[in-house]
């Protein structure tokens, strides 16, 4: 199966094994957007929503999922975690919501996946927390857009 690390050479599902790893410290940094009408951003914006503060659950939920990645992806390993920031600007242009995620850790596997969990759900709560003024949104561009640390090196999204 060549450089597929989550297979053996049968095609069958592992966990790699990272205890022979160097422990380096590790940092990665995802985005994603959820996208609305111009009334439900402003709406996000202002706060008015019945469900309270749209930013703050969604940096709450994003820091929540990056620390249950393992318990969500069934071939991540359980890390210590030593650091989760989940962001939330706006971009006025797009009538959309921006949603940074960086975690960091020091350990023998990266962080790509709790920060690419961080902000998937941080989006995922944007969504809920404004469906009821907004169903068509759109929550588009989950991507890594950065990677330290670790054997692979590092890693920056190109623009």
């Known amino acids: 199966m060549g450089d597929l690390t989550h297979l053996d050479k049968k095609g069958q599902a592992r966990m790699v094994d990272v205890g022979s790893k160097p422990i380096t410290a590790r940092e990665a940094v995802a985005e994603g957007r959820v996208r609305m009408n111009a009334e439900t951003f402003r709406k996000a ?16 939920a ?67 927390m404004l469906k009821a003024s907004d169903r068509a949104m759109v929550i588009e561009g989950i991507t890594l857009v950065k990677k330290n640390g670790g054997a692979s090196g590092d890693y920056r999204r190109a623009p």
């Open 45 to 60: 914006l202002d706060g008015d929503s019945k469900k309270g503060s749209v930013r703050a659950a969604a940096e709450f």
């Open 62 to 128: 994003g820091i929540m999922a990056a620390k249950k990645t393992s318990e969500l992806i069934p071939l991540c390993h359980p890390i210590v975690l030593s650091s989760v920031k989940v962001d939330i600007a706006p971009d006025d242009k797009n009538s959309a919501l921006v949603v940074t995620a960086r975690a960091k850790s020091t350990g023998q596997t990266g962080v790509e996946m709790e920060a690419l969990t961080a902000v998937s759900v941080a989006c995922l709560t944007i969504y809920d």
